[in-house]
């Protein structure tokens, strides 16, 4: 099992009488500037934080024109967290590929990380979320096909000698020959993000990189996705490696139940009621039929639905209490979902530094420990619980 | 209620089969819906097809239409039209259409002149006119576009778009239609943005080429149209040679559902 602390970096102070999506049209003129520099030193501070208390790697995201995550670039702060730290992975979950044009820019950028910082990134693909699709008036119909040709134009930078030659339908580039080229050989570890649709699945599958499930669905939604991706591995004719697999979840450790849930709630409800609002916009083509109706299944399983914490509880949307109801209901649903690499949001919404860091220590001294003792490398998750 | 005039066919085409509707007597008139993918049962075909030979085919992404995936843009959208009118031996018929469709029709008529006979752009997309830019159809809500859909709410069209609204409304994001329900709109709105997401329902280059346009033409108006603008119906009637730029009363956006005995008798003055 491998353990990352993944950050969104939200902004956490959408005022009060603001009503509208964070997403696409939030307007800009709420963005505080003096808030911008306080939160995003503070953020790299807490995961620079995730090194020293032991895990094994660290995420940043990709998003734009949003409150939801103020990090347009993720490789900016990969590139500083590649010289903040010296052991932990820094895992770009993604860059959405479609947006870079031409998407040698990634194979550049992430090469750079890796060289940087000597073999330690993990380097995240994502086809970027619909929004993002009306913030950069890119036609969704051609998501899908301009993820695939940008995937394909960086592997082959990355694994063939140039200067060589690509002509897609998308993108037409007559020298590729990207310096420099990744320190990991052939290429980094790949991480795909996906929210359920089936050829994403298959995507991965076929390349045997790993499936990320991104969160804020019910347990049973994820437990339904993961299932679908082993049987996609297992339909290219092989069994999958819990490595392949990485569960994303909320998670919240206090000292007891009782006080997990008084720090923690209004921060989970900013989160919900503020921030994500607008982020599952989905603009026409964007998603085949075929996965649409996999996505439509689980939209009123989706965290925007949440009316009360009963219900956060009981789908399991965030994982908060004190270290031992925390242990057992990650020790739980990992060994149900069969992931070999659990990612945590350890700050959420407007969740500030003090309880951020308590948070980290408690899981990663009270936790951790026992997650690594139960659930040790190389060994089939599944088998172990019964569940295959 | 009366019985269409019309039938269904299919048409093979270099993309895939084509749904086709044909009927009536007298000189080829071709239609090309909108984005709401208009056709079967349409009483404005009907009335179109007391005076003339109308045909109407969907697009592909619309109706039983294949080969959407094989069209990426306008250029690609005229070839296949021309296709069909190739395999439905139309040398060069009258070609009427409505927003999209008006775009899709202005676009064989400045492209290849010769092969349209007289053109009637109905509330047609096509143009950027800064200060009078078309709203916004892909993410809106079904009641909001209702109200520049429809010039009466009360059709029934409008009726079930706000319907809509209500159901979502109260039922928060709770609130599923089911699948199949929303299955046409999604095909529909996902063929539509491969033509027009990027540029937003325009072609640029489409202005500086009216002037090419040989056929008698029609610009239609619908008096309350909000979605686009009157410069739209003007800078067209302004820069076709000839053409004449009618008002119809009444209607908003989607005129030949709204108003189809009106619009057809004044289409057909203009084609008689």
Redesign the interface.
């Given at each position: 099992m491998r353990f990352f602390s993944f950050h969104l970096a939200p902004y956490p102070a959408l005022p009060a009488d603001y009503e509208g999506p964070a997403w696409?049209t939030c307007p800009n003129e709420l963005f505080d500037p003096a808030i911008g520099a306080e939160v995003y030193n503070r953020y790299l501070d807490e995961l620079v934080y995730a090194e020293e208390l032991g895990f094994d790697g660290v995420c940043v995201n990709e998003h734009h024109q949003n409150a939801y995550g103020i990090m347009p670039s993720p490789n900016l702060m990969a590139a500083i967290l590649a010289r903040q730290t010296a052991r932990v992975k820094i895992a770009i979950v993604g860059n959405a590929l479609p947006l870079y044009d031409p998407p040698t820019r990634v194979a550049e950028e992430f090469a750079m990380i890796d060289n940087i910082s000597r073999g330690r990134l993990i380097a995240g693909f994502v086809v970027g979320g619909g929004p993002e699709?009306?913030s950069f008036?890119?036609?969704?119909?051609?998501a899908r096909e301009r993820f695939q040709e940008a995937h394909d134009i960086i592997i082959k930078a990355w694994t063939e000698p140039g200067p060589q030659e690509y002509i897609g339908k998308h993108y037409k580039l007559r020298f590729l020959n990207t310096w420099p080229r990744p320190y990991q050989q052939p290429h980094p570890e790949v991480w795909i993000p996906g929210a359920g649709s089936l050829e994403t699945m298959e995507f991965v599958a076929k390349h045997r990189y790993a499936y990320m499930g991104i969160p804020y669905f019910h347990m049973d939604v994820f437990d339904r996705s993961f299932r679908m991706f082993r049987e996609a591995c297992e339909r290219e004719g092989y069994q999958y490696d819990p490595k392949q697999a990485g569960w994303l979840a909320p998670i919240y450790v206090a000292e007891t139940d009782e006080e997990a849930r008084r720090q923690y709630e209004e921060h989970w409800w900013y989160f919900t009621k503020r921030l994500l609002p607008g982020i599952n916009?989905n603009?026409?083509?964007y998603t085949s039929?075929r996965s649409?109706?996999n996505i439509?299944k689980g939209?009123?399983s989706?965290a925007?639905?949440l009316r009360d914490w009963q219900e956060v509880v009981d789908g399991e949307y965030a994982i908060v209490g004190s270290p031992s109801t925390v242990l057992e209901k990650l020790e739980r649903n990992l060994a149900r979902l069969g992931t070999g690499n659990l990612l945590g949001l350890f700050q959420l919404g407007t969740l500030p530094a003090g309880l951020t860091r308590r948070n980290l220590e408690l899981f990663a001294t009270e936790v951790m420990p026992k997650l690594r003792a139960r659930f040790p490398d190389g060994k089939p998750m599944l088998e172990a619980s019964g569940v295959a | 209620m009366t019985t269409t005039m019309l039938a269904a066919d299919y048409i093979d085409t270099h993309v895939g089969k084509a749904e086709v509707r044909r009927g009536g007597a007298g000189a080829p008139l071709v239609y090309l819906h909108s984005a709401s993918g208009e056709g079967a049962g349409l009483p404005f075909l009907d009335e179109l097809a007391r005076g003339h030979d109308v045909i109407a085919p969907m697009f592909p992404g619309f109706g039983a239409s294949e080969g959407i995936e094989q069209i990426d843009d306008m250029e690609d959208a005229v070839f296949h039209l021309l296709d069909l009118f190739e395999r439905l031996g139309l040398e060069a018929p009258a070609v009427a259409g409505m927003s999209l469709g008006g775009w899709m029709a202005a676009e064989i008529a400045t492209r290849y002149p010769e092969r349209v006979s007289q053109l009637v752009l109905i509330n047609a997309a096509g143009l950027y006119i800064k200060g009078a830019e078309i709203k916004d159809i892909f993410g809106r809500s079904p009641g909001e576009m209702a109200r520049d859909m429809f010039a009466d709410l009360r059709h029934p069209m409008a009726a079930m778009m706000l319907e809509l609204d209500r159901m979502v409304r109260e039922g928060g994001s709770r609130f599923v239609l089911p699948f199949e329900a929303m299955k046409p709109q999604l095909q529909t709105m996902a063929a539509t943005a491969r033509l027009g997401w990027d540029p937003y329902l325009h072609n640029p280059k489409l202005r500086k080429r009216l002037h090419r346009i040989t056929a008698p033409t029609l610009v239609v108006r619908a008096a309350q149209d909000t979605l686009i603008p009157a410069a739209h119906a003007e800078t067209y009637a302004r820069e076709i040679p000839g053409a004449r730029l009618a008002e119809l009363p009444d209607a908003a956006h989607l005129a030949a559902i709204e108003r189809p005995a009106e619009l057809a008798a004044l289409i057909a003055r203009f084609l008689a």
């Open positions: 696409v699709y009306y008036s890119i036609n969704p119909a051609h916009i603009p026409p083509g039929l649409m109706e439509m939209v009123g989706f925007l639905s | -």
